[in-house]
Protein backbone atom coordinates (compact mmCIF):
# COMPACT_ATOMS: atom_id res chain seq x y z
CA UNK A 1 0.00 0.00 0.00
CA UNK A 2 1.55 3.00 -0.81
CA UNK A 3 1.33 6.30 1.47
CA UNK A 4 -1.04 8.30 -0.38
CA UNK A 5 -3.61 4.94 -0.32
CA UNK A 6 -3.93 5.29 3.21
CA UNK A 7 -3.83 9.24 2.98
CA UNK A 8 -7.07 9.03 0.93
CA UNK A 9 -8.65 6.29 2.95
CA UNK A 10 -8.09 8.68 6.17
CA UNK A 11 -10.10 11.52 4.47
CA UNK A 12 -12.75 8.96 2.89
CA UNK A 13 -13.39 6.62 6.03
CA UNK A 14 -14.30 7.94 9.52
CA UNK A 15 -13.46 4.54 11.09
CA UNK A 16 -10.26 4.55 9.59
CA UNK A 17 -9.07 7.96 10.44
CA UNK A 18 -10.23 7.33 14.10
CA UNK A 19 -8.60 3.98 14.99
CA UNK A 20 -5.08 5.72 13.58
CA UNK A 21 -5.96 8.66 15.71
CA UNK A 22 -6.81 6.51 19.31
CA UNK A 23 -3.57 4.40 17.68
CA UNK A 24 -1.94 7.48 18.74
CA UNK A 25 -3.36 8.33 21.81
CA UNK A 26 -2.17 4.81 23.88
CA UNK A 27 1.10 5.47 22.66
CA UNK A 28 1.67 8.73 24.13
CA UNK A 29 0.15 7.65 27.09
CA UNK A 30 2.47 4.90 27.26
CA UNK A 31 5.32 7.86 27.07
CA UNK A 32 3.88 10.37 29.26
CA UNK A 33 3.49 7.25 31.71
CA UNK A 34 7.39 6.71 31.22
CA UNK A 35 8.67 9.62 31.26
CA UNK A 36 6.71 10.20 34.34
CA UNK A 37 8.25 6.84 36.06
CA UNK A 38 11.63 8.01 34.74
CA UNK A 39 11.14 11.65 36.13
CA UNK A 40 10.09 10.48 40.19
CA UNK A 41 12.22 7.07 40.07
CA UNK A 42 10.78 3.40 40.35
CA UNK A 43 11.33 0.36 41.66
CA UNK A 44 11.12 -3.24 39.68
CA UNK A 45 12.06 -6.99 40.74
CA UNK A 46 14.86 -8.23 38.16
CA UNK A 47 14.53 -12.12 37.44
CA UNK A 48 17.90 -13.75 36.81
CA UNK A 49 18.24 -17.45 35.75
CA UNK A 50 21.56 -19.31 36.41
CA UNK A 51 22.01 -22.61 34.47
CA UNK A 52 24.34 -24.77 35.34
CA UNK A 53 25.32 -27.27 32.81
CA UNK A 54 27.85 -30.53 32.16
CA UNK A 55 30.53 -30.90 29.74
CA UNK A 56 27.75 -32.13 27.22
CA UNK A 57 25.24 -29.37 27.76
CA UNK A 58 22.86 -31.17 30.10
CA UNK A 59 21.51 -29.16 32.45
CA UNK A 60 22.62 -29.69 36.11
CA UNK A 61 21.37 -27.18 37.83
CA UNK A 62 18.78 -24.14 37.32
CA UNK A 63 18.58 -21.88 40.17
CA UNK A 64 16.51 -18.47 39.47
CA UNK A 65 17.09 -15.59 41.63
CA UNK A 66 15.18 -12.49 41.86
CA UNK A 67 16.03 -9.50 43.35
CA UNK A 68 14.61 -5.64 44.43
CA UNK A 69 16.15 -2.56 42.19
CA UNK A 70 15.82 0.87 42.49
CA UNK A 71 15.74 3.76 39.51
CA UNK A 72 16.97 7.19 41.26
CA UNK A 73 14.59 10.20 39.96
CA UNK A 74 16.21 11.50 36.58
CA UNK A 75 16.44 15.50 36.80
CA UNK A 76 16.88 15.59 33.01
CA UNK A 77 13.39 13.87 32.76
CA UNK A 78 11.84 16.29 35.34
CA UNK A 79 13.70 19.30 33.82
CA UNK A 80 11.88 17.94 30.47
CA UNK A 81 8.72 17.22 32.42
CA UNK A 82 8.87 20.74 34.21
CA UNK A 83 9.34 22.90 30.85
CA UNK A 84 6.39 21.34 29.04
CA UNK A 85 3.66 21.09 31.98
CA UNK A 86 4.58 24.37 33.27
CA UNK A 87 6.47 26.44 31.15
CA UNK A 88 5.48 29.79 32.70
CA UNK A 89 7.50 28.61 35.75
CA UNK A 90 10.05 27.03 34.47
CA UNK A 91 11.42 28.56 30.78
CA UNK A 92 15.06 28.68 30.11
CA UNK A 93 14.55 32.44 28.71
CA UNK A 94 13.02 35.75 29.44
CA UNK A 95 9.56 36.33 27.79
CA UNK A 96 9.26 38.35 24.79
CA UNK A 97 8.35 41.57 26.94
CA UNK A 98 11.51 41.63 28.97
CA UNK A 99 10.30 40.33 31.84
CA UNK A 100 11.28 37.08 33.63
CA UNK A 101 8.09 35.42 34.60
CA UNK A 102 8.76 36.42 38.00
CA UNK A 103 11.28 33.94 38.17
CA UNK A 104 13.75 35.08 41.34
CA UNK A 105 16.70 34.31 39.84
CA UNK A 106 15.98 35.96 36.49
CA UNK A 107 14.60 39.12 37.65
CA UNK A 108 17.96 39.25 40.01
CA UNK A 109 20.04 38.74 36.93
CA UNK A 110 18.31 41.31 34.79
CA UNK A 111 18.27 43.88 38.11
CA UNK A 112 22.34 43.18 38.16
CA UNK A 113 22.32 44.02 34.46
CA UNK A 114 20.66 47.14 34.69
CA UNK A 115 22.89 48.09 37.50
CA UNK A 116 26.17 47.52 35.32
CA UNK A 117 24.76 49.28 32.98
CA UNK A 118 24.09 52.25 34.87
CA UNK A 119 27.11 52.14 36.60
CA UNK A 120 29.24 52.44 33.28
CA UNK A 121 27.19 55.87 32.24
CA UNK A 122 28.96 58.94 32.48
Known amino acids: MHL ?30 A ?3 RAVGYDYEETLTEIRTDADG ?4 KHIRKSKKHVP ?7 YWLKNRKPDKW ?16 V ?9 KNATKP
Not at 73 to 79: G, M, S
Not at 108 to 116: A, M, N, Q, T
Open 4 to 33: STLARWKAEHKEIRDALKKGKEVVDILVEN
Open 108 to 116: LLKRIDEES
Open 91 to 106: RDRPQADGTSGDDPVL
Open 35 to 37: LFK
Open 58 to 61: NVLE
Open 73 to 79: PDTTAQI
